[in-house]
């Protein structure tokens, strides 16, 4: 089950009894990754959004974990820091931070309705090493609180993501201009994050190509093959990527997919996403393109989603309006398919 954020944790982001239920429902999934989850106040931009970073939020995950683990499933933490699409509501009037110095398009889900973003500052060379921190230390927390795993979400426009594509990384130093310096961040944060929690509790989420969130590159298959080469070299627990289909929630790309490009050198297990249904899913791992596939919608309206699959049940559409809702409604009141 692909990370899906769901807006039920409570406003000071500390985890709710329903999210525990709620995963509980799911774990037949096998393994869960967790909605995008805060690393820390800074990087934290939605309202209702889980994080880890205080004792109160960790506590909060052992009632989800160890739901799902009674439920004989397996979750890891999704680590998040949105980078520039933070509004200064969430970071008292603070700037966002980015690679550098852009203003992210569209607008921000805050406690007062949407938002424009505000103008990101880059990140100073010397915060790095802070932010590498936060990382490792919210790895650190969601073991401690009973996730199998972290994924570290370097993907959809976010923190990383905005170091990665030369379309919002304009800065002059080691972390800028040739590939080998932009997947800079992503390697420290990774290696920070093994040295942690171990390579094979570490996973990575990358989205390869199409411009999300206003991020974007000039090159996608040579900065992407290049940073799964390189997460390649870790030994980690699996690579998973997005990669736009015609019906992905950021619409359709016409770039070509980078993800076979990634297969042939990213060695260990490889998870594909984004728009699968079970035929599809089931000929990319026939084929040998993909060691799984994680479905994210789907699970929305379909907690037992595998064993709808396994005998050819109709799937259940489900209420976009309850996404991002609180509250059960569109959560946890959808019935398991009978038999
Ligand atoms: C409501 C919603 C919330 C999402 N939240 C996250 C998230 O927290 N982290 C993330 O990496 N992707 C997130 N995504 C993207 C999904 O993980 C997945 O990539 C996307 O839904 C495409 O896969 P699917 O076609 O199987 O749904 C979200 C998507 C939706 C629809």
């Known amino acids: 089950m692909g990370p899906l954020t769901r807006g039920r944790a409570t406003r000071d982001h500390v985890l709710t009894p329903l999210m525990a239920e709620y ?3 799911r774990a037949s999934a096998g393994l869960i990754i967790s909605e995008s989850t805060g690393i820390s106040r800074q990087g934290l931009g939605m309202p209702f959004a889980p994080c880890l970073w205080s004792e109160e939020q960790v506590e909060g995950w052992k009632q989800v974990t160890a739901a799902v683990h009674g439920a004989g499933g397996r979750i890891f933490s999704q680590l998040w820091h949105r980078g520039r699409l933070v509004n200064p509501d969430f970071v008292v009037g603070a700037q966002p931070v980015s690679a550098s110095v852009t203003t992210a398009p569209d607008h921000a889900h805050t406690y007062n309705g949407e938002k424009p973003y505000a103008q990101a500052r880059a990140l100073r060379i010397d915060e790095l090493p802070g932010l590498i921190q936060d990382y490792r230390l919210a790895a650190r927390y969601a073991i401690d609180a009973g996730f199998d795993g972290v994924q570290v979400h370097d993907a959809n426009g976010y923190l990383i993501n905005q170091f990665l594509r030369d ?20 390697r420290e944060v990774t290696e920070a994050v093994v040295a942690e929690v171990g390579a094979g509790r570490t996973a990575v989420r990358l989205s390869p190509n199409g411009a999300i969130q206003g991020v974007d590159d ?3 298959e040579t900065l992407f093959v290049a940073a799964a080469a390189c997460m390649g070299s870790m030994g980690l627990a699996f690579l998973a990527l997005r990669e736009p289909e015609p019906h992905g929630t950021f619409g359709t790309s016409n770039v070509a997919p980078v993800a076979p490009g990634i297969r042939k050198v990213f060695t260990g ?13 089931q000929a990319a791992l026939d084929d040998g393109r993909a060691d799984a596939i994680a479905f994210g919608r789907a699970f929305r309206a379909n907690p037992d989603h595998p064993h709808r699959i396994q005998d050819h049940l109709a799937l259940t559409e489900g209420n976009v309006a309850t996404w991002y809702k609180q509250g059960p409604k569109g959560y946890v009141d959808y019935a398991r398919a009978p038999g």
Not at 174 to 180: A, H, K, L, P, T
Not at 269 to 281: H, I, K, T, W
């Open 23 to 25: 995963h509980a429902q």
């Open 167 to 186: 379309g919002s990384n304009h800065r002059r130093n080691e972390y800028s201009g040739r590939v080998g310096n932009r997947i800079r961040l992503l």
């Open 218 to 220: 000039s090159d996608p």
């Open 269 to 281: 297990p490889l998870v594909l996403n984004s728009g699968y249904e079970a035929p599809r899913a």
